[in-house]
């Protein structure tokens, strides 16, 4: 029984450790690039997108769909970025608790 208390407190402190990892979450920017820094994405690292920056060399509108892709690769470069920022947080909170393997709790 003994144990079980133990684990209980343990979920508590890690319960509130998370109340304040997801306000740093939205704190915590990330920066996404693709076409070699030609197209840059600022996002939360809760997903929020906060701005986009696009070298005006690539303002042509023959090249409309480049762009579009060079988007969608920097959002999904800085999305990765925050993934794994979040999940190095998330290892800190609950070392030492037995969370099984791949549970996703974010």
């Known amino acids: ?25 939205e704190a915590l920017e990330v920066q996404g690039t693709a076409g070699g820094g030609a197209v840059g994405v600022r996002m939360t690292a809760k997903g ?12 042509n509108p023959d090249e409309k769909e480049i762009v579009e892709d060079l988007i969608v690769a920097a959002v999904n470069d800085a999305r990765g970025k925050a ?9 800190d909170i609950t070392k030492g608790l037995p969370i099984p393997p791949g549970l996703k709790l974010f």
């Open 48 to 59: 929020n997108m906060l701005g986009v920056s696009i070298d005006p060399s690539l303002l």
């Open 1 to 25: 029984m003994r144990d079980l208390m133990g684990l209980m407190k343990q979920a508590q402190a890690m319960q509130g450790k998370m109340a304040e990892a997801q306000a740093e979450f």
């Open 83 to 91: 993934e794994r920022l979040v999940q190095d947080k998330m290892q």
